[in-house]
């Protein structure tokens, strides 16, 4: 029995070499079929099930390619756009966290979003990314 397991692991190892495998696009599209499952629980509708094969068969042929750099870039193209919802999201958060003690600014120039301490008055800034200098007014 323990040899058998043995020949098993073996052949889905060599199965898996050469293969992409999993990553972040893939654990979403996996997180999709679940919600359609769930969903086809309550409405048991023809479409929603086609939907839930529609994407398996995706995320199989995504996990078990050979062409390793096509699914890289499907998944930095993922990564690239996931991060301006999770960085916007952020910003809203620490924007929060700080409301009494810092104050949110963009550069000119460059527009990236600088943190400043919440000290009344005008006061000249020196951008880290640009080195642009640009006055602010904090109230």
């Given amino acids: 029995m ?3 397991f043995s020949n098993l692991r073996r052949a889905i190892t060599n199965f898996s070499y050469g293969r992409y495998g999993n990553d972040q696009l893939n654990m979403l599209l996996c997180g999709v079929c679940l919600g359609l499952i769930v969903l086809n629980v309550f409405v048991q509708s023809i479409i929603v099930t086609l939907a839930v094969l529609v994407v398996m068969i995706w995320v199989m042929f ?3 390619s050979r062409n390793i750099y096509k699914r890289r870039s499907e998944n930095e193209a993922y990564l690239k756009i996931s991060r301006k ?3 916007f999201f952020k910003l809203q958060k620490d924007k929060f966290r700080d ?3 810092h104050v949110y600014k963009k ?3 460059c527009k990236v979003v600088l943190r400043l301490p919440k000290q009344q008055g005008e006061h000249t800034v020196n951008c880290p ?3 642009q200098r640009f006055d602010v007014v904090i109230k």
């Fill in 129 to 131: 990314r640009c080195h």
């Fill in 2 to 4: 323990n040899n058998f």
């Fill in 62 to 64: 995504r996990t078990f």
């Fill in 107 to 109: 550069c000119p120039s």
């Fill in 99 to 101: 409301r009494n003690t």
């Fill in 85 to 87: 919802f999770t960085g």
